[in-house]
């Protein structure tokens, strides 16, 4: 699957295997007073507790729990895939300031990969075996976008096309992460604490980065084309992984036992109440993202998520650990 487009490629973008030319400007939208200039991207060292977890952390709400809880069946092979990719685009970035964010990025989501597997040892221990969906995820990752074994112009090109998916899916994550660190409704149902910190620290650390999966694209790339149908392809593929996961987690629910099944009013509800991502905000996010001027810092707040990571009690103590 590789993804290419049509139209002219800019001769700024330096391409891989193209001349070295410097990458364009990055397109910018105003920033607010409050907003933290140019921050070090760099991994906290994180652990949670979660011998005391609750199957259904979201107190009566099976549903919305495990439309969340889809996040940690995808993410450690997801995120693990983001590190390998990023790592073979390394040698070719040409900007100091672009690599070092990268390799930030790359500690930031090897982090996070070990973060969610975490959840998994739970879920199994609790009844529930989250390994057959979890075994298809790591197949599509590891096989399906790996590197094929590919060498030469084939390898740049499934490369860039990697990188593109990448950017898109990216975008997502940071919508995912600056509605975590808004969702006051998971407060007001008592939501376990300590997985709200979970979700809350990897929310404010996409936010915190996510401009640098987009960069990193348009610094070896940056075709327009490319861009849109990745991301196209990115929403498709998410939204039927997650449709999938959410149906996968009711149907093997110990406690549920096959009595509740899912059902999109629910997710309507939910989102209503604050407890899943609204459809509509994700929905309105992609136009967004298909702008021809579109960057990622004309969306969520680094002041709010460098804030709440200042105060998130897991990592505070990898700070002070």
């Given amino acids: 699957m590789t993804i290419e487009s049509t139209g002219d490629r800019p001769e700024a973008a330096g391409s891989l295997g193209g001349p070295g030319t410097a ?3 990055t397109p910018s939208s105003p920033v ?16 949670f507790d979660w011998s005391e977890l609750d199957l259904h952390w979201i107190p009566g709400e099976p549903f919305a729990t495990h439309v969340i809880n889809v996040l940690h069946l995808l993410l450690p092979e997801g995120e693990r895939w983001f590190v390998e990719v990023f790592k073979e685009a390394v040698p070719l970035i040409r900007d100091e300031k672009l690599r070092e964010e ?13 973060a969610h597997a975490g959840v998994l040892d739970h879920m199994d221990a609790h009844g529930l075996d989250p390994e057959p969906y979890v075994g298809q995820v790591a197949w599509m990752f590891r096989r399906l976008l790996g590197d094929r074994g590919l060498t030469g112009p084939r390898a740049s090109a499934w490369l860039r096309s990697r990188l593109a998916l990448i950017a898109g899916i990216e ?76 149906r996968f987690l009711m149907a093997n629910d110990p406690v549920l036992r096959r009595t ?28 967004s993202y298909l702008r021809p001027g579109y960057h990622p810092s004309q969306h969520g707040s680094t002041g709010q998520a460098v804030a709440y990571l200042a105060s998130s009690p897991a990592a505070r103590a990898a700070g002070h650990s």
């Fill in 102 to 114: 990268v390799l930030g990025f790359i500690g930031q989501e090897a982090v996070h990969a070990e």
């Fill in 260 to 287: 509740v099944k899912p059902r999109v009013r629910d997710m309507l509800r939910t989102g209503r109440m604050g407890l899943t991502p609204s459809l509509w905000q994700l929905a309105r996010s992609i136009p």
């Fill in 23 to 25: 990458p364009p400007p």
């Fill in 171 to 246: 975008h997502m994550t940071a919508v995912l992460g600056q509605w975590v660190l808004d969702a006051e409704g998971l407060d007001r149902a008592d939501a376990d604490p300590t997985m709200l910190d979970l979700l809350r620290w990897h929310g404010a650390e996409e936010v915190e980065h996510r401009a640098v999966a987009y960069d990193l694209f348009m610094h070896l790339d940056g075709r327009y084309g490319k861009r849109a149908i990745a991301m196209v392809v990115a929403t498709a593929a998410m939204g039927a992984l997650w449709v999938r996961g959410v």
């Fill in 32 to 47: 607010s007073a409050d907003e933290p200039d140019h921050l070090v991207l760099q991994p906290r060292d994180v652990h």
